[in-house]
């Protein structure tokens, strides 16, 4: 760990080295074959559907933390499933809720998600919760990689410039897919987990001390859509902000209750008074380190954005409007379980994992629906 605190004093001193990382290079196995402790993920659309019982992927868990009494864990991927970001209860199945994000039986894994994976376990080694895709669907016929892949390798890449170019120092497993928790109320714990902290960044004004969410989408300039970094105003930043929270008075105890074998960084990241007193005085950037593998030219595929942790106006009301959405979300879910996570018929049953139609129980969708 001495050699962990060396480079990040290094790092904090310095950002004009290149970053240590390098992609992982490409196994050719068999995609349609699961390896829980690998972290290794179907391809096939059939098999996509629905994940093994010990399945890596995975936002939301229940689980007994040790010494504790049973705890529900909250994260930002559940509350974007049920509110949107204007706090608003979406139109969404509480049965698919259920089975999806509680009891996790059942897993929708899309392309993009694949793909997003794919890019990290290039560019980090892995993505959060130690997953990894190595490969991607190939050509049914020929057996060659598709363009997507090939674009995301050459991205990966760039990916060592983009860094050397803005300071950025990537050490895998120790400053990058650090998982964070904190109380929020009750017997609710809040997490996520962190793509990269803490790395310099440096931009017109200078080194700042960074906390790095890496995203790869087909294109940066996107104006439309949930992920339209070419407008990123117009998005849901619940991430961005409930990671500056879980950030400030961090709970170390929790903390390593909850993933022992990270003591030792989280130690060595939050006990250093350095970052503490940056993080106290709100000093720590949000950046997104976006790259685009679908638009060419992909040289120009990449941005930086910072969202910030107060409001232009210097208000709390964005910390205080992602609290607002978890109480909600909280309230939504203690109704529908009242109710017994009833199934609703919509035009999402075509795609959802647990109905019948795509290897589910769930009948619910041959019910006559009248307009």
Request: aromatic share 10%.
């Amino acid at each position: 760990m001495s050699s962990y605190l060396d480079k990040l004093k290094k790092n904090l001193s310095g950002a004009n080295h290149a970053p240590e990382t390098s992609p992982v290079e490409l196994p050719h196995g068999d995609l349609n074959a699961i390896d829980p402790e690998l972290g290794q993920y179907p391809v096939t659309e059939k098999e996509a559907f629905k994940s093994p019982e010990k399945a890596v992927l995975e936002e939301v868990n229940t689980l007994i933390v040790p010494d504790t009494d049973k705890r529900f864990f909250l994260s930002q991927t559940l509350i974007k499933a049920i509110t949107d970001k204007s706090g608003d209860i979406k139109n969404v199945c509480p049965r698919f809720i259920y089975e999806s994000y509680i009891q996790k039986k059942y897993r929708e894994v899309t392309k993009p998600m694949m793909e997003g994976i794919f890019g990290e376990t290039q560019v980090l080694g892995g993505g959060a919760k130690g997953q990894k895709v190595t490969d991607l669907q190939r050509h049914k016929r020929t057996g060659e990689k598709l363009q997507a892949q090939k674009n995301i390798e050459e991205q990966a890449i760039r990916f060592k410039k983009w860094c050397t170019e803005k300071g950025i120092n990537v050490i895998p497993g120790y400053n990058t897919q650090i998982p964070i928790a904190k109380r929020f109320q009750n017997r609710v714990i809040i997490r996520t987990e962190i793509d990269l902290f803490p790395t310099p960044f440096i931009d017109k004004d200078g080194i700042k001390l960074a906390v790095m969410d890496i995203k790869f989408t087909a294109d940066v300039n996107s104006r439309f859509g949930d992920y339209c970094w070419g407008a990123p105003e117009f998005m849901d930043h619940i991430q961005a902000d409930m990671t500056y929270w879980l950030l400030k008075d961090f709970d170390m105890e929790l903390n390593i209750k909850l993933n022992p074998e990270k003591e030792e960084i989280y130690r060595a990241i939050f006990e250093n008074e350095t970052i503490r007193k940056m993080i106290d005085e709100e000093q720590i950037f949000f950046i997104y380190f976006v790259i685009g593998y679908r638009k060419e030219p992909l040289d120009e595929q990449v941005k930086f954005i910072h969202r910030n942790y107060r409001e232009p106006n210097g208000s709390l009301f964005r910390q205080n409007e992602w609290q607002e959405r978890a109480r909600k979300t909280l309230a939504q879910l203690s109704f529908w379980k009242s109710q017994n996570w009833p199934p609703l018929t919509d035009s999402h049953c075509d795609k959802c994992p647990v109905s019948q139609r795509n290897g589910g129980y769930c009948d619910k969708f041959q019910e006559l629906k009248t307009i």
